[in-house]
């Protein structure tokens, strides 16, 4: 399971999962009940909008920022933390984006090659090898227990063995688990998530009900994270264009019936007929249908109980039984071709 705070359907336990991703609900609950939506309002000049099948998905925009950000960060045992480190990992971080992300999971997940081989041809794509130098040590890597954190682990461990260390891929694990070994200096390297990891430390270090520090603003939020880091002993690398966050997809059948990009061309076209599909705690949770009706003035026939970006949110996309449902920005599924 993803651990993947979201200020989004509530943002990372209780921290440890009130915010993340798992507090939006579990894969395999049941995807047939249908609750009517609370807004009231519809879209002026909107047409009623009836959810197409198709096999190809895409996210819509979230131009008005109501998620908040989760962009890939290395994060780095600060006493591990040497310029020739920080270089090599901040030059991965350069080259990934949320399209690439994509890619790399549906290589993964779909084709099923295996992550340190993905991260082996990544790396000599991007040429991210070269000009690489002034390493020395040891140095393990440990990714979370999912073949996304995996792959960026094995692109982390490969740059690093270019710069001159002698880095290796621990297993997968918890962030429970590996945070601590990570503060510990037992591992010198995580994969992590901006504003995942900004909300786990604070209600750390601040207590349960720490007003939230990460947002929809990247820049801000990794500004909230870097004095938390230095109260554990952390530092961090630059955060890349690579996000693994909350998003809204539809199939793209229905993006190019009604000529919708974003959330607000939805609200713009679509007064009624909408669908929205999500987990159970969607309908009362601010990042997700409250959030869509109040910042975009979304209206919602009905809303279907499904599971967390998981594969019955997608067979329900594809089947036409929901228009608009809650996935993750790095899925696989939203890879094209």
Do not use: W
């Amino acid at each position: 399971m993803r651990y993947r705070a979201l200020g989004t359907l509530g943002t990372a336990g209780l921290l440890l999962l009130t915010l993340s991703l798992s507090a939006c609900g579990s894969s395999g609950q049941s995807g047939t009940t249908t609750t009517p939506s609370k807004s009231s309002s519809a879209a002026a000049g909107g047409q009623a909008c009836q959810a197409v099948a198709g096999d190809q998905l895409v996210a819509l925009e979230d131009d008005k920022k109501l998620q908040t950000v989760d962009n890939i960060i290395p994060a780095v045992n600060a006493k591990a933390a040497t310029q020739p480190l920080l270089d090599a990992l901040n030059k991965v971080s350069a080259a990934l984006d949320t399209a690439k992300l994509v890619d790399l999971n549906k290589q993964t997940d779909i084709d099923h090659k295996t992550s340190p081989n993905v991260a082996k041809d990544f790396v000599a794509a991007e040429g991210l090898a070269d000009g690489l130098s002034g390493g020395s040590g040891k140095i393990a890597v440990q990714p979370a227990n999912f073949s996304e954190s995996l792959t960026l682990a094995n692109i982390y461990a490969d740059v690093l063995n270019a710069a001159g260390f002698d880095a290796s891929v621990k297993g997968g694990a918890s962030r429970e688990i590996y945070l601590k070994a990570l503060e510990k200096g037992e591992v010198q390297v995580v994969p992590e998530y901006v504003g995942t990891l900004t909300e786990f430390i604070n209600k750390a270090e601040n207590g349960a009900d720490a007003a939230p520090i990460a947002s929809a603003d990247l820049d801000a939020t990794v500004a909230g994270l870097t004095p938390l880091g230095d109260k554990v002993g952390l530092k961090f690398g630059d955060p890349s264009q690579a996000a693994d966050q909350n998003t809204f997809a539809v199939t793209t059948a229905f993006a190019d019936k009604y000529a919708v990009k974003t959330l607000s061309d939805l609200a713009s076209k679509c007064s009624s007929g909408l669908v929205l599909g999500g987990p159970p705690e969607c309908p009362d949770r601010p990042f997700c249908q409250p959030g869509l009706e109040t910042k975009y003035g979304l209206s919602f026939d009905s809303f279907t109980s499904l599971d967390a970006g998981g594969p019955l949110s997608k067979t329900a996309l594809k089947q036409g039984k929901v228009a608009l449902a809650l996935v993750f920005s790095s899925d696989s599924a939203l890879a094209g071709g």
